[in-house]
């Protein structure tokens, strides 16, 4: 929902179903990792469009408390966003440091780090693949097992096939090698030490 000014956002905020407070969910701009949960009134939500930093109402403390204010690891704002019920807030922002006062990144004791869904997990699946002692190797072990060549060899062979196929009007054709072309890549990334967040992060360095 768009708001003209600052305070007519805050005066759209339902503070009224929680005795003066609404539940803030705060949200890695980045990585989309949520990095905990607190709680805002009216003059924190002011003070954190105000300052840029997230600031909560401490419920032990009874007072505004601006996260970092001790530590350091402040949460840079970069977008607030209000719910359907305009009693929930989403705050995306840019951490400086572990988010958790125990030290974690998030208070789920997680790891803030960039994911792709699937191919994240088909990353670590690779991986542990390469890692394998077992005697009967997967096509994976096997392929790094013959070396960075042939994993070369084999995406560039991936790669014609997707070149050949997209002359032609055969869908299913064209996506499968297309999924075999990425598949491998995904295999030459980790021969070379890399994975694809690497990749992500050339690309926004771009933009």
Not at 94 to 114: R, V
Not at 185 to 190: N, P, Q
Request: net charge neutral; with cysteine; proline share 1%.
């Amino acid at each position: 929902m768009f708001y003209r000014s600052k305070n007519e956002f805050s005066m759209n905020i339902d503070y009224e179903k929680n005795n003066g407070l609404v539940p803030a969910i705060i949200q890695d701009a980045i990585t989309n990792k949520v990095l905990m949960l607190g709680y805002m009134n009216e003059a924190a939500v002011k003070k954190t469009i105000e300052t840029n930093l997230v600031t909560f109402f401490s419920r032990s403390k009874q007072r505004l408390w601006t996260k970092g204010e001790d530590s350091g690891n402040v949460l840079n704002l970069v977008n607030i966003k209000l719910d359907c019920d305009n009693d929930t807030l989403l705050v995306q922002v840019n951490p400086k440091g572990p988010t958790c006062h125990k030290g974690s990144d998030t208070c789920w004791n997680t790891a803030n780090s960039q994911s792709y869904g699937f191919l994240s997990e088909l990353e670590a699946v690779i991986e542990s693949r390469k890692n394998s002692k077992s005697e009967n190797k997967s096509y994976v072990a096997s392929l790094f097992a013959k070396g960075i060549n042939k994993i070369a060899q084999k995406v560039g062979e991936e790669a014609v096939e997707v070149v050949i196929e997209a002359k032609d009007d055969d869908k299913t054709l064209f996506l499968d090698e297309s999924a075999d072309l990425l598949f491998h890549y995904l295999i030459l990334l980790k021969a070379k030490g890399f994975e694809l967040n690497d990749v992500v992060n050339v690309l926004k360095s771009r933009s």
